[in-house]
């Protein structure tokens, strides 16, 4: 019984490694078994890391060709990439990074139905009451010309003939109150708040169209993934995506 109590751990001292000695202590602290394990180990690191570059470099074919070859260059004795330079914007780069062609397809056909909406609201007339399109009348001959009235012939006041839209014939202004000349600055309000609209209109068709680019560029760089062999048509530019041209291949 007393030769196993002797044996138990519990009861022996613990073992400490004796420091350095008084008349050495200007040659520093003594290296312990824990600071001797992390110096070995580091040494053997080393040492198999010159070992494995050493038979990679007996190993290696001297005809062999890297695309590095062409594609660094030596700047202040270190080998740096060439960077290649890409047609893209910081808006377009941020939102290839962070979201998915569905959620940039879904985003822009729900911008294209609000432009479609506003346009339907709009009718597409200009703020300054003009239109682009022309509106050509024909008459019998050059007498007819010149004795034309197009107050006369669209039926409405003089002063009405030159705008696009709400112009009430005669009949109309005869039956009907119009309150807008009691009230002149209703007219300008609504001018504005047109004005307005259509600068809505046509952010909503510029936002559409750069949402189909991304979509267009995300979709090419997916493309690309399947491909193996291919051939660029087109460069990529910030207001297009780049057209390649792939092998054929018959599918069994």
């Known amino acids: 019984m007393s030769s196993f109590r002797k044996a138990l ?24 078994k824990k600071d001797y394990k992390l110096r070995a180990d580091d040494y053997h690191k080393k040492e198999n890391t010159l070992s494995a570059l050493r ?8 005809d062999e060709f890297y695309f590095k070859m062409i594609n660094s260059q030596l700047q202040d004795g270190v080998h740096v990439a060439k960077k290649e330079k890409v047609e893209v914007t910081e808006e377009q780069i941020k939102v290839m990074r962070t979201q998915d062609i569905k959620y940039v397809e879904m985003k822009r056909v729900a911008e294209a139905k609000k ?38 012939h669209l039926n409405t006041a003089p002063e009405l003939v030159d705008r696009v839209y709400n112009r009430p014939t005669l009949q109309t202004l005869e039956t009907t109150v119009i309150r ?27 936002r559409e169209k750069k949402m189909f680019v991304i979509s267009q560029k995300i979709q090419t760089r997916k493309d690309l993934q ?27």
């Open 9 to 32: 751990k519990s009861r022996q001292k613990n073992h400490h490694e004796r420091s350095q000695p008084g008349f050495r202590k200007n040659l520093g602290l003594l290296e312990k």
């Open 180 to 206: 807008a000349a009691e009230e002149p600055h209703s007219v300008m309000k609504l001018a504005k708040q047109r004005k307005h609209q259509y600068k809505i209109l046509s952010q909503r068709i510029d």
């Open 226 to 252: 399947d491909k193996i062999k291919k051939v660029k048509v087109k460069k990529e530019t910030p207001k297009a995506a780049a057209i390649y041209k792939f092998e054929v291949k018959r599918k069994r």
């Open 115 to 152: 432009i479609e909406r506003l346009k339907g609201e709009l009718h597409l007339l200009e703020a300054d009451s003009k239109q682009k399109n022309k509106h050509t009348f024909f008459v019998q001959n050059k007498k007819d010309v010149e004795l034309f009235d197009l107050a006369d």
């Open 55 to 62: 038979k990679k470099a007996q190993d290696k074919n001297p």
